[in-house]
T-cell receptor, first 112, second 116 residues
Framework: DVVMTQSPLSLPVTLGQPASISCRSS???????????LNWFQQRPGQSPRRLIY???NRDSGVPDRFSGSGSGTDFTLKISRVEAEDVGVYYC?????????FGQGTKVEIK | EVQLVESGGDLVQPGGSLRLSCAAS????????MTWVRQTPGKELEWVAN????????FYLDSVKGRFTISRDNAKNSLFLQMDSLRAEDTAVYYC?????????RGQGTPVTVSS
């Protein structure tokens, strides 16, 4: 199975400051159709996961533009340009290119 | 608005069975792959199974193969997960999600606890 490795696992941030989460896969995530099926999910405390970004860099409807995704091949990044209080939670990357789909361990974002 | 409402979770003894349901609305259900994902008590997310739009293809996590069966009823906009021979390690919150490779979660999940 493809292993998804996130870093850091804990990310204390100051309100208004940027934050960045890395996700690395054990194999390239480029699919045969040319798409790269790398997604980012946010899980706020007590809530279900919510998809933020799909196929590396496409923001879901309603997701603030302070969230952005980038990367290629095996290295991917989720960036928050200016962290707000509502961004507290756990962030997961997930690959859907290879069977079975697999998730990262999660990165806990908290306010300093 | 896309909605997915999971139900059927419960406390069950090891070796027991449960059938989870997911009621879909707000989109054309029959044109989407559907997926079950679970979140363990340790908060790990784990893909469980998915099913093609017409039900003709199904894929399972190795550890549930032969014990879980995914199915769907497109006439009723519903997704199901029949879980047999349940084990303690199946304890989790189960979510249904739209699509396979880039899943969208839209429900609150249904908790399954396997314990004697």
């Amino acid at each position: 199975d493809v292993v998804m490795t996130q870093s850091p696992l804990s990310l204390p941030v100051t309100l208004g400051q940027p934050a960045s989460i890395s996700c690395r896969s054990s194999q390239s995530l480029v699919y045969s159709d040319g798409d790269t099926h790398l997604n980012w999910f946010q899980q706020r405390p007590g809530q279900s996961p919510r998809r933020l970004i799909y196929k590396v860099s496409n923001r879901d409807s309603g997701v603030p533009d302070r969230f952005s995704g980038s990367g290629s091949g095996t290295d991917f990044t989720l960036k928050i340009s200016r962290v707000e209080a509502e961004d507290v939670g756990v962030y997961y990357c997930m690959q859907g290119t290879h069977w079975p789909p697999t998730f990262g361990q999660g990165t806990k974002v908290e306010i300093k | 608005e896309v909605q997915l409402v999971e139900s059927g979770g419960d406390l069950v003894q090891p070796g027991g069975s449960l059938r989870l349901s997911c009621a879909a609305s707000g989109f054309t259900f029959s044109t989407y792959w559907m997926t079950w994902v679970r979140q363990t008590p340790g908060k790990e997310l784990e893909w469980v199974a998915n099913i093609k739009e017409d039900g003709s293809a199904k894929f399972y996590l190795d550890s549930v193969k032969g014990r879980f069966t995914i199915s769907r009823d497109n006439a009723k906009n519903s997704l199901f997960l029949q879980m047999d021979s349940l084990r303690a390690e199946d304890t989790a919150v189960y979510y249904c999600a739209r699509t396979a490779r880039n899943p969208e979660f839209r429900g609150q999940g249904t908790p399954v606890t396997v314990s004697s």
